[in-house]
């Protein structure tokens, strides 16, 4: 493996960790409601520091139901993640078929020839 | 960092508003005259946009025990410059809004703000401080590291910025603003350190595996300087 590949990899595992560790550890038990949104504790807040406060719009479209909220939160983030990955496949994809886009030093060489490939290190007995 | 619909006394609504709009306005020409100008950006452009909407989807667990999300919009401060996403930024917040519940189209004018203006901008500033500090010591680590640091103040920034909103609406009785402040930095600033430190890293992550596919793209959005002549062909692509 690449060494550039191995340090997207550990990236990618310390973003895993972080997120996993705190559920992991617990870090939500002391609360009534364990890893509750950020902004819905901010509205409690609110009300706390102001108790006559009464919100004077409500949302035009509200999803009926948590299932179809995060739903429409995958949604979101598969749009998202569509058009990344689509970039991502075009410019991989284009980069592969320009005649002279060598000028990346991590660029892997032309593959290995077939006809070396075939020789292995083969161990001979008696050497 | 959403400040949910109809809880900003209308005064402040509007007030945020009002310093939001022409950041938005301003954007919009920029965005406009980008993809006028230089179309080869486009998807990339795009793709910046996209990167928004998937970070502020993933609603992710902090070690207060309560779950907040990133915002995304420091690739694309550090790509494009800031202005681009005040727009990007808005579309995603729109969409938030419209379709989830989720900010609201009365605190539309400041969560823009935190997450579309002051993010973007302060993360950009900290991308260019750590380029100015470190482009000297050559390699990729520089680039790196400077893209971590605009991305991670892009992300603690906003999140900053919502708690002196909501300080400043909703003073506490006792200790006014300053207690105020404490109690929603509390609840957001603090929640925010590990996932701002997650965006960084992805952010990297995406800049990383850009500079091995689009490194032409990389070069003429001044992001990386080529040490090597590029050639016209490639610039052309």
Redesign the interface.
Known sequence: MKR?TK??LL??L??VL??????VFG?????DE??????T???T??TE??PD?E?????????PSGEI?SG???L??A??????G???G???T??KL?P??S??P?EPGPGPDPAAAAEGPVSVPGR | ???????L??EHAAAWGVASAPFVVHGARALTREVRNRPENT??L??S????????????????????HPTGTGLGAILFRPPIMAVLGTITLL????????G???TLGANVFSMAIVGPWAGYGAYRLARSLLDRRGGTMPLDVAVFAGAFVADLSTYCV?SVQ?ALA????DSGFPG?LA??GG??SL??I??A??EG??T???V??????????LIRLGVLT?A?P??E??KS?
């Not at chain 1, 870090?27 to 609360?31: E, N, S, V, Y």
């Not at chain 1, 004077?56 to 999803?63: A, D, N, R, V």
């Open positions: 550039s340090i997207n990236i990618v310390a973003v972080l997120a996993a560790l705190p559920v870090m939500g038990d002391h609360k364990p890893f509750a949104g950020a902004d504790q901010a509205e807040a609110i520091n102001d406060y919100p004077w719009f409500s949302p035009l479209y509200e999803p909220e429409l939160f995958a979101q983030a749009l998202g993640a569509g058009v990344v689509y970039m991502f075009v410019k991989r284009r980069r320009a002279e886009a000028d990346t991590d | 960092m959403h400040i949910a619909e109809g809880y006394p209308w998807l990339l795009g793709a946009g996209a990167f928004s909407f998937v970070l502020s989807a993933l609603k992710i667990p902090s070690v207060t025990g309560s779950c907040s969409f938030q809004a419209l379709l989830l519940a989720h609201g189209l009365t919502t909501l909703f003073p506490d009785p105020a109690k929603f609840i957001f929640t925010q590990p996932l430190i997650s890293l992805l990297v992550l995406v990383r595996l850009l500079r091995q596919s689009s490194r032409g793209d080529d090597r590029v050639r062909e490639e692509k």
